[in-house]
Nanobody, 115 residues
Framework: QVQLVESGGGLVQPGGSLRLSCATSGIAFSTYTMGWYRQAPGKQRELVATFTGAGGTNYGNSVKGRFTISRDNAKNTVYLQMNSLKPEDTAVYYC?????????WGQGTQVTVSS
């Protein structure tokens, strides 16, 4: 059974930082392309950050320079370090795992940036 479990969300003030984690099980983690997406109320789900097939990274324009995606293959976990958070970063953040036509999603973790 495939599981992606996000954690680390919460309420943070503008300018603050959070680190999201996504622990996976049931997949050959090192072979999957891992990424983070987010969805704000009334908006479509959008890319936040992902690893590319070539081992590089790709970030959404609105988070470049502030967010960093990383992974630990030994722990089957992907992380999202979020710095200089803004109110517009408020959303539910989802972990995604892709392998060719296979795609799995976590249940999401809420991030709220507010003073």
């Amino acid at each position: 059974q495939v599981q992606l479990v996000e954690s680390g969300g919460g309420l943070v003030q503008p300018g603050g930082s959070l680190r999201l984690s996504c622990a996976t099980s049931g997949i050959a983690f090192s072979t999957y392309t891992m990424g983070w997406y987010r969805q704000a109320p009334g908006k479509q789900r959008e890319l936040v950050a992902t690893f590319t097939g070539a081992g590089g990274t790709n970030y959404g324009n609105s988070v470049k320079g502030r967010f960093t995606i990383s992974r630990d293959n030994a722990k089957n976990t992907v992380y999202l370090q979020m710095n200089s958070l803004k109110p517009e970063d408020t959303a539910v953040y989802y972990c995604n795992a892709k392998y060719f036509s296979l795609a799995y999603w976590g249940q999401g973790t809420q991030v709220t940036v507010s003073s």
